[in-house]
């Protein structure tokens, strides 16, 4: 495939995959995901000496700050509910690499941005990373995963206050939560993110396949709320709410939501 928003080096036989649209704060468009489903689908599986994949965002400003709020501010009820599934899919593609994906949030991890980073087996967060789930600002919950994942890393009490408020957090709260691995000095986190992935590679890949493997199984019984969270956003796409709150981002004002 030829990649058009993801730039992909290789290093010690570690891929470094890097969201590029720096001017829209590297959001993900229909095309990016695109982009990610081909890179953990098919490319990164074909090859068998790969030790581990880095992702980060280009630029100092953001890791991915969400979806791409110009793409989906028409969605239909169904047309979210099959992108939301569709995204879904691509971010259990990370979940499931049998080998380490290590998210180096550079800075803003939004929405998606932080759905993206928690689909990741391991967050290295530098210093001016900041995380949250803002969707509720736009008439929308999270789509790719976020409901379920956050609770999983922060527990149900901080999840809810997060996924309700909007609120962004720095990077040593998100770390004192559970939510990344370690801070870092700003410019570092690829750099530890790669000696994460070289300490792991000294141990035993099946072992750590399988580790993979069991870890998400305890969080997947049935996966309910993955489901329940296709449906509910695809409801959401369908709120006069919705509509209102993309408009007021691309317009930069506040929203004016009614509840309907
Ligand atoms: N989408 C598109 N463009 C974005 C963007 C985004 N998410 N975030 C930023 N940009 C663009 C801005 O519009 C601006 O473009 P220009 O005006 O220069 O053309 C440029 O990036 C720089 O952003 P700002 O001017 O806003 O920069 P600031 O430093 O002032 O603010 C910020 C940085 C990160 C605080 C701010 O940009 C911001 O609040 N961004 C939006 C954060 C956000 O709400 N993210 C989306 C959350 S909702 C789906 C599944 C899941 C989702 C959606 C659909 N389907 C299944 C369909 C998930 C949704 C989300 O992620």
Known sequence: MDYQNLQIQHQDGIAIVTISREKALNALNAQTIQELRHFFGTDAPQQAELLGVVLTGAGEKAFVAGADITEFKDLSAAEGAAL?????????LIERFPK???AAVNGFALGGGCELAMACHLRV??????????????GLIPGYGGTQRLIQYVGKTKAMELLMTADIIG???????????????LGAEIETAIGLIKKIATK????IAKII???NTYFEPGSAGFVKEVDAFGECCNTVDFR???????EKRAPNFKGN
């Open 84 to 92: 939301a599934q569709r995204g879904q899919e691509v971010f259990f």
């Open 100 to 102: 380490p994906v290590v």
């Open 125 to 138: 967060a530098g210093e001016k990373a900041r995380f949250g789930q803002p969707e509720v600002n736009l």
């Open 171 to 185: 990077a040593n709260e998100a770390h004192q939560l559970g939510l990344v691995n370690t801070v870092v000095p």
């Open 204 to 207: 035993a890949p099946l072992a």
């Open 213 to 215: 493997e069991t870890v």
């Open 244 to 250: 209102e709150g993309a408009a007021a981002f691309l």
